[in-house]
C-alpha cells in the first residue's frame, strides 16, 4: 500500500501534483497534500458530511472518496467559494442568519446546500431538509442552517 | 423577542441588547478557521487501545524497529490523581498509558509515534498486546453488589464518592404526607460528540526549549498547569494554544492523558508531535456522560403541595476520575440541586458515585441538571396523576415564587421567574386546543402527547462554590486585560476560552457600550496561555456572566481614564463628556476629539495629564461572582407511533430567562443548539456496552446525533429577570437548552402513552423501549 501514485488534483481552478498511496482519501489529500485545511474532518465513515466538497457538480463526501478517484474531475472547496472578496450568497446568509456556531461542520454544509441549489434552485422545503439532514451539526440545532439556506436559496434565484 | 423585562429597566445601551452579525464567522465560513487538526507535524501518534474491558497486562509486542512507548518508558510522569476533600472521596490515579492492568475497553496502552498518520496506524495494527481478561463491571447498580469485583482497591466497594444530606426535621415532616409519589429513573450513558474531535500537536521550541501544544480545549490555562505538573517541567516552559476548537460540550474540559503524552513526547524527541483522534476512539475512549439511576420520591400533603423531596443518585463515573471536577461533577451537582425551581424545604439525598469498567465520565453540557430535571419533572406529572390535577396546576402550587430564596441546601435563589416562564409557555400553547385535537387524533388511533419542564440551572458561579465542594481545584474567577492601542483601536485579552459560543461578539458589545467605539474595532483575544491572562476558560454557562463582568470592570476603568483625557483636551467637565461613535463629546457642544487621538496622546504625551493618570491605556479587571440562576420551561408536542415505537417531536417551545440578553440572536443560537442536543439525550444518544465491557456503538451511524430532520422549529420567547448577582445582569445560558428536553419529551411521550396504561421514565426513550412496554400492555390487556 506505501507505492505512491503521481497524481494531480484540481481543486478550485487550481492543479496539485501529488503523490499519494492509493489509499489515501480525498479528505486527507485535499487537507495534507493540498494544504487547503477549510475542509474538515468530523468521522471518517461517512455519516458526519463535514468534510463535504462539490466533485463535478456532486456534493461528496470526501472521506469516502480516494484521491486517486478524483484525477482529472473538478474539486471545489470552500476556498473556492467567494468570488475575491465577495463571499457567496450562502456564505452571506449562513453569517446574516446565525447559521454557524463553532464553524467546524460549516464547510461541508456550505457545499453540500451550494451543490444541491446549483443543481436544484426550486428546491421544496420538505426535500431541503432532507438533503440536509445528510449532515451533522452539534451547536446549532439546524434551526438557523435550514433558514440560511432558504435565504440564499431566494439570492442565488435572482 | 417577545420582552418582559423583571429587574431595574434599560440603561439606554446601544450596542448590548442588539442582534448584531458575529465577529468570529467571516474567517469561519471561508474555510480560514484554524483548527488544531490543520497543523502539519514531523511526527504521528497513534494509541493502542485495550479491547478488554479488564484485565492484567503481560506483553506488548512491537514491530521491530518501531517507535513504540509503554508506561514502563514514561516513568516518571505522574498519574492524573484528581482530588476532593469530602463526601468520602477515595482519591484514584489513572497513569498516562494503562499500566499492569487495564479498566475499560477504549484504555491507551501504547503509543505508536512514526513520520506519518498512517504509517503509525499500521505500525499500531502491529503491536501484540496480551491481557490475561478478567470479568468486567458495567453497570452502576453491579458495582455496588456484594462480592462484585473492585476496580480501584482504593475505592472499596467500588464506591469513589460518597455525598449525604439530609434537613433537621425532615423524618417528622415525611411523616405527615398524603401521599408519597416515587419515580425510577433511568438515564443511560451519552457522548457529547463535538464535531471535531479531540486533537494535540505539541511543537519543541530548540531556541527556548519551551514547548508549545495547540489543543482542542476548553481550559487551556489549567491544561497547562495540569500537564506541566504530570510531566515535571516548568510551567511556564509550556505554552498551551485552543485554536479555532470545534466544539466542546465539557467533553474538552477535562484534562486527557492523550495530551500528556503527546507533550511529553514532544519534549522527548524534542521535535513536533501530533495526535489527531479519530471518531471511533472519541466514542470509546474520550469522556461519557450522564449514566444514572435516580430514585426520587415527593412527599404531598393533601393539596398536591410537595413537603419533603427524598433522592437517591446513582451514577456510572467509569473507571476513572476525571480533572478537574472529579468524578463528583454529576452526583453532587444532583445533590446540590435537586429540588430545582420547587418550594421544599426538607431534602434527603445520597449521592453515589461508583467506579466502572467503562471510560471515565466527565462534564456534559448541562451537566446533571438533564437528569434531576427529568427526574423531578416526571415526579411532578405522576404526582398531579395521582392527586388528578392538571400537570400545570400542580407546578403552579409548587414553583417558587418568592425571591431571594434560601434552599433547603442553603443556595441562595436570586430573583428568577418560574411561574412567570410556565404562564408564557401555556399561554403559547393554548392547551385547550391542543387537549382536542389529541382527543380528536385518539379516536382515529394516533397518539399526541404534552409535557412540560420547568427548571432553574445555576449559572456563572464562582470559586467559593467549588470550594464548598472540596474541590482541591476551584475555578470560578475571570480576568480581562483591556486595551486601547495608540492607533485607538481596541482589544480584550481574556482568560476564558470560547468554542462557538460567540463570545468575542458579545464581549465586545459590552466593551462598545462602555467606551464608545464599535465593536467592530475590538479584538478579543483568547485560547493563548502565552497572550491571555490566567482564566478557567468556558464551562458551566459562566464566560458571559464571569468573563463578561471582568470585561465591563476592566471596560469602566478605561472609560474613567479616557473621561480624564478628554477633559483635559477639550477643557471640559468630565461629567459633561460623552463617549460614542468613536469620540468623546461635550454635551450639547460640536466640540469633540476622536478616541484614537487620545489614545495617541496616552502613550506619547503623558506630561499633558499632570500625573492624574498611568501612562498608556490598559486596564485589567477580575471579576468572582457569588453565582445566579437562569431559568425556563420547556414544552414538547410528540406524535407517538405506536406500532413502532417512533416519536416525532412536532413542536417545542422554550420560554427562558437568562437575565440581560447581550445579543439575541447569538442567545437563540444557544438555546436552539441546546434543545437539539437535548432531544438527542431524550430520544437517541446512546453508548451501549455489552456484558463483557465491549462498546457496541463505536461509530455515528450507531451512535445517532439527532439530524435537521428530528429537530423541529423551536418556539422561543423571552424573559429578561435582570440579575442582582451579575454586574452585567447577565444569566447564562449555554446550557439551559440542554436541560429541560428530556424532562418535556418524556412527560410528553408519558401523555401519549395514557391511553396504553404504561410509562417510560428512561432515557434515550428509543423505540425498542417504548414498542417492549407496548408489547407488555398488549400480553397484559
Redesign the interface.
Known amino acids: 500500500m506505501t507505492d505512491k501514485a503521481t497524481i494531480t488534483l484540481t481543486i478550485n481552478g487550481k492543479d496539485y501534483a501529488i503523490a499519494v498511496e492509493p489509499r489515501r482519501t480525498l479528505a486527507d489529500a485535499i487537507r495534507e497534500d493540498c494544504g487547503q485545511t477549510g475542509t474538515h474532518i468530523g468521522c471518517e465513515h461517512g455519516v458526519c458530511g463535514a468534510c463535504t466538497v462539490i466533485v463535478d457538480d456532486a456534493p461528496v463526501r470526501s472521506c469516502l472518496m480516494f484521491a486517486v478517484q478524483a484525477e482529472g474531475k473538478n474539486i471545489r472547496t470552500v476556498e473556492g467559494l467567494a468570488n475575491g472578496d465577495t463571499l457567496h450568497p450562502m456564505q452571506q446568509a449562513f453569517m446574516d442568519n446565525h447559521g454557524l456556531q463553532c464553524g467546524f461542520c460549516t464547510p461541508g454544509f456550505l457545499m453540500l446546500a451550494v451543490g444541491v441549489l446549483e443543481r436544484e434552485p426550486n428546491i421544496s422545503d420538505e426535500d431541503l431538509i432532507d438533503v440536509l439532514s445528510s449532515n451533522l451539526c452539534r451547536c446549532t440545532g439546524y434551526q438557523n442552517i435550514i433558514k440560511s439556506v432558504r435565504a440564499a436559496a431566494q439570492e442565488m434565484r435572482k | 423577542m417577545s420582552a418582559h423585562t423583571k429587574g431595574s429597566g434599560g440603561d439606554g445601551m446601544k450596542w448590548v441588547g442588539r442582534s448584531i452579525?458575529?465577529l468570529?464567522?467571516?474567517a469561519?465560513?471561508?474555510?480560514?478557521?484554524r483548527?488544531t487538526?490543520?497543523l502539519?507535524s514531523a511526527r504521528w501518534v497513534r494509541f493502542v487501545r485495550s479491547p478488554n474491558a479488564a484485565g492484567t497486562i503481560k506483553s506488548i509486542t512491537a514491530p521491530e524497529g518501531a517507535m513504540v512507548i509503554t508506561a514502563a518508558d514514561i516513568k516518571g510522569v505522574k498519574k492524573i490523581t484528581p482530588m476532593l476533600h469530602k463526601f468520602n472521596y477515595k482519591p484514584v490515579g489513572q497513569p498516562i498509558l494503562a499500566d499492569g492492568e487495564v479498566r475499560f475497553v477504549g484504555e491507551a496502552v501504547a503509543a505508536v509515534v512514526a513520520a506519518s498518520e498512517?504509517e503509525a496506524e499500521d505500525i499500531a495494527d502491529l503491536v501484540e498486546i496480551e491481557i490475561e481478561d478478567t470479568a468486567a463491571v458495567v453497570d452502576g447498580r453491579a458495582a455496588i453488589e456484594d462480592g462484585a469485583r473492585q476496580i480501584h482497591p482504593e475505592a472499596p466497594g467500588n464506591v469513589i464518592l460518597k455525598g449525604e444530606a439530609k434537613t433537621p426535621g425532615f423524618d417528622d415532616v415525611w411523616a405527615t404526607a398524603a401521599k408519597i409519589i416515587r419515580c425510577d429513573a433511568r438515564s443511560h450513558r451519552q457522548n457529547a460528540?463535538?464535531?471535531?474531535?479531540r486533537a494535540a500537536h505539541a511543537a519543541y521550541d530548540p531556541v527556548s526549549g519551551r514547548i508549545t501544544l495547540h489543543c482542542t480545549a476548553q481550559m487551556p490555562h489549567l491544561m497547562r498547569t495540569a500537564i506541566a505538573d504530570c510531566i515535571g517541567m516548568p510551567e511556564s516552559d509550556l505554552r498551551v494554544i485552543a485554536p479555532?476548537?470545534?466544539?466542546g460540550?465539557g467533553q474538552k474540559m477535562s484534562l486527557c492523558t492523550e495530551y500528556v503524552l503527546v507533550t511529553w513526547l514532544a519534549r522527548h524527541l524534542k521535535t513536533s508531535v501530533a495526535w489527531t483522534e479519530?471518531?471511533r476512539e472519541n466514542l470509546i475512549a474520550s469522556f461519557h456522560s450522564r449514566d444514572q439511576y435516580v430514585t426520587l420520591e415527593g412527599a404531598f400533603d393533601k393539596d398536591a403541595k410537595l413537603i419533603a423531596l427524598r433522592a437517591d443518585v446513582l451514577s456510572n463515573v467509569g473507571a476513572y476520575s476525571c480533572f478537574p471536577t472529579t468524578c463528583g461533577v454529576e452526583p453532587l451537582m444532583a445533590m446540590a440541586e435537586m429540588p430545582g425551581p420547587y418550594d421544599v424545604q426538607q431534602y434527603q439525598c445520597l449521592a453515589r458515585g461508583v467506579l466502572t469498567n467503562t471510560c471515565t465520565m466527565a462534564a456534559y453540557r448541562g451537566v446533571s441538571r438533564p437528569v434531576i430535571t427529568f427526574t423531578l419533572e416526571r415526579l411532578m406529572d405522576k404526582a398531579a396523576k395521582a392527586f388528578a390535577v392538571d400537570p400545570i396546576d400542580i407546578r403552579r402550587r409548587n414553583l417558587i415564587t418568592q425571591f431571594p430564596y434560601k434552599s433547603a441546601m442553603g443556595l441562595e435563589y436570586d430573583e428568577a421567574s418560574y411561574r412567570e416562564t410556565m404562564e408564557i409557555a401555556v399561554e403559547a400553547i393554548n392547551m385547550p386546543a391542543f387537549r382536542a385535537r389529541q382527543q380528536l387524533a385518539r379516536d382515529k388511533g394516533e397518539y399526541l402527547g404534552i409535557g412540560f419542564a420547568t427548571f432553574s440551572e445555576r449559572t456563572g458561579y464562582g470559586s467559593p462554590a467549588f470550594a464548598a465542594r472540596g474541590m482541591a481545584i476551584t475555578p470560578g474567577w475571570e480576568t480581562v486585560h483591556v486595551t486601547v492601542d495608540p492607533s485607538g483601536f481596541v482589544e480584550a485579552r481574556i482568560g476564558s476560552s470560547p468554542?462557538?459560543?460567540?463570545l468575542r461578539t458579545t464581549l465586545a458589545q459590552i466593551i462598545a457600550d462602555e467606551i464608545g467605539v464599535p465593536p467592530e474595532m475590538i479584538k478579543v483575544i483568547h485560547g493563548d496561555t502565552d497572550t491571555a491572562p490566567y482564566g478557567w476558560g468556558t464551562f458551566a454557562s459562566r464566560s458571559l456572566v464571569i468573563s463578561g463582568g471582568a470585561t465591563l470592570i476592566a471596560a469602566r476603568k478605561i472609560r474613567a481614564k479616557l473621561l480624564k483625557i478628554a477633559g483635559h483636551m477639550l477643557e471640559a467637565a468630565e461629567t459633561d463628556i460623552v463617549l460614542e461613535d468613536g469620540k468623546a463629546k461635550v454635551a450639547g457642544t460640536d466640540r469633540d476629539i476622536s478616541i484614537a487621538a487620545m489614545a495617541r496622546e496616552a502613550y506619547t504625551q503623558t506630561h499633558r495629564f499632570k500625573g492624574e493618570i498611568e501612562p498608556g491605556l490598559t486596564e485589567s479587571g477580575t471579576y468572582d461572582p457569588p453565582g445566579t440562576f437562569s431559568n425556563a420551561c420547556h414544552v414538547a408536542l410528540v406524535r407517538l407511533d405506536a406500532e413502532t415505537g417512533h416519536v416525532k417531536v412536532e413542536r417545542y417551545l422554550v420560554a427562558e430567562d437568562a437575565g440581560r440578553i447581550i445579543n439575541p440572536?447569538?442567545a437563540?443560537?444557544?438555546?436552539?443548539?441546546?434543545?437539539?442536543?437535548g432531544i438527542g439525550n431524550a430520544l437517541l444518544e446512546e453508548i451501549i456496552y455489552d456484558e463483557s465491557g465491549a462498546i457496541l456503538t463505536a461509530?455515528?451511524?450507531d451512535y445517532m446525533?439527532p439530524?435537521?430532520?428530528e429537530?423541529p422549529?423551536?418556539e422561543l420567547h423571552h424573559m429578561e429577570t435582570l440579575s442582582t448577582q451579575s454586574i452585567t445582569k447577565a444569566k447564562g445560558l449555554g446550557e439551559g437548552?440542554t436541560i429541560g428536553p428530556p424532562a418535556a419529551v418524556l412527560n410528553a411521550i408519558n401523555d401519549a402513552l395514557t391511553p396504553f396504561g404504561v410509562e417510560i421514565d428512561t432515557i434515550p426513550a428509543t423505540p425498542q423501549r417504548i414498542r417492549a412496554l407496548l408489547r407488555n400492555a398488549e400480553r397484559a390487556t
Open positions: 452579525r458575529r468570529e464567522d467571516p469561519l465560513v471561508q474555510g480560514r478557521g483548527f487538526g490543520d502539519p498512517e460528540t463535538p464535531m471535531e474531535a479555532d476548537v470545534g466544539g460540550f479519530d471518531r468554542h462557538g459560543q460567540g440572536m447569538i437563540d443560537g444557544q438555546v436552539h443548539g441546546g434543545v437539539a442536543q461509530n455515528l451511524a446525533p439530524t435537521a430532520h429537530i422549529s423551536i437548552g
